[in-house]
Nanobody, 116 residues
Framework: QVQLVESGGGLVQPGGSLRLSCAAS????????MRWYHQAPGKERQLVAS????????LYADSVKGRFTISRDNAKNMVYLEMNSLKPEDTAVYYC?????????WGQGTQVTVSS
C-alpha cells in the first residue's frame, strides 16, 4: 500500500541542524512532487517546502528560506529536509506529503524540538 515514513527528528539546540528523511513506497515515486509540512501545537499544519518530481523545482516558506533545503533521491524513493540554523519557532511535528493524482498521502510525522 502507499506509505510514507519519516525519520530524523529529535531535540536540538538553537542554531543546530537536523536532517529529516522520508521513505516512500507503494507508488511511482519519481512521477510526483513531494512536500514537507510542519504543525506546531495549537496551530494549523503549514507548508515548509516542496520539490518537483525530478528535483529541479523547489519552493520554500519565507520563514525557512536560506536555512532549509529539500532534496530527493528517486533511485531510493527518498525525500529529505536539511534544516540548519534552527530556531525555537521551528519546533513542530514535521510531515512528509505526496500529492498523488487522485488523493494525497501523509506520513505519521516526526517531532522536531529546538530548545536549549
Amino acid at each position: 500500500q502507499v506509505q510514507l515514513v519519516e525519520s530524523g527528528g529529535g531535540l536540538v539546540q538553537p542554531g543546530g541542524s537536523l536532517r529529516l528523511s522520508c521513505a516512500a513506497s507503494g507508488f511511482t515515486f519519481s512521477q510526483y512532487a513531494m512536500r514537507w509540512y510542519h504543525q506546531a501545537p495549537g496551530k494549523e499544519r503549514q507548508l515548509v517546502a516542496s520539490i518537483g518530481s525530478i528535483g529541479r523545482t523547489t519552493l520554500y516558506a519565507d520563514s525557512v528560506k536560506g536555512r532549509f533545503t529539500i532534496s530527493r533521491d528517486n533511485a531510493k524513493n527518498m525525500v529529505y529536509l536539511e534544516m540548519n540554523s534552527l530556531k525555537p519557532e521551528d519546533t513542530a511535528v514535521y510531515y512528509c506529503y505526496a500529492a498523488l493524482s487522485v488523493y494525497g498521502v501523509w506520513g505519521q510525522g516526526t517531532q522536531v524540538t529546538v530548545s536549549s
